[in-house]
């Protein structure tokens, strides 16, 4: 009978044991398909911000990073990738012009958004129907104004990091650090 309890017992603890395995591999499995499908999105809209306004290295470094915790071809590239976005970083904020037209640069797109969200009425001069004046509201504002704070981030980020004067040996050994 003590048998009987014994095999009962291991037969419920390993079923109980494959049980939390699934549930595991189910949340890896989610985690994966998490990962990447924010890699590739994030890689698509990098390689389109590449040649469109917006941080191209940036976003094509964080979804390459992404898809190298996936696959190896991924982690071989990330290096090169890494190192233009740093260097994009450091020649943004290379000289106070650059500087001063990102800043400009930031206001306009807030402003914009703000604009596009309040949805000014339609100027006389517009030749389409009201209604295709602003199309998207408050969404397609928010996403402006999003941009320009994200923008906004990456110009501070990069003036704290790397304007430190005109030192390009400081600035190739932080990239160069950063591979590390």
């Known amino acids: 009978m003590a048998r009987v309890r014994r095999g009962g017992c291991q037969a419920s603890g390993l079923r109980l ?10 949340k890896s499995t989610g985690k ?13 809209v990098g ?24 696959y190896e071809w991924a982690e071989r590239r990330l290096a090169p990738v890494k190192k233009a976005a740093l260097r994009g970083a450091a020649d943004s904020v290379k000289t106070w012009l650059r500087i001063l037209l990102s800043v400009i640069g930031v206001c306009l797109l807030v402003g914009l958004g703000v604009f596009w969200g309040i949805s000014a009425a339609a100027p006389s001069w517009w030749p389409v129907g009201d209604k295709w004046w602003l199309v998207g509201g408050w969404g397609t504002g928010a996403t402006l104004i999003g941009s320009g704070v994200i923008a906004l981030a990456m110009l501070v980020y990069s003036f704290l990091n790397f304007r430190d004067g005109n030192d390009e040996a400081h600035h190739q050994q932080a990239a160069e650090e950063s591979d590390g």
């Open 17 to 26: 044991y494959l049980q939390r395995r699934a549930a595991v591999n189910a």
């Open 47 to 70: 390689l389109a911000a590449m040649v469109l306004p917006g941080p191209g290295l940036l976003a094509l470094f964080a979804g390459m990073a992404m898809l190298a915790t996936q």
């Open 32 to 44: 994966h398909v998490l990962l990447q499908g924010a890699g590739w999105i994030l890689v698509i």
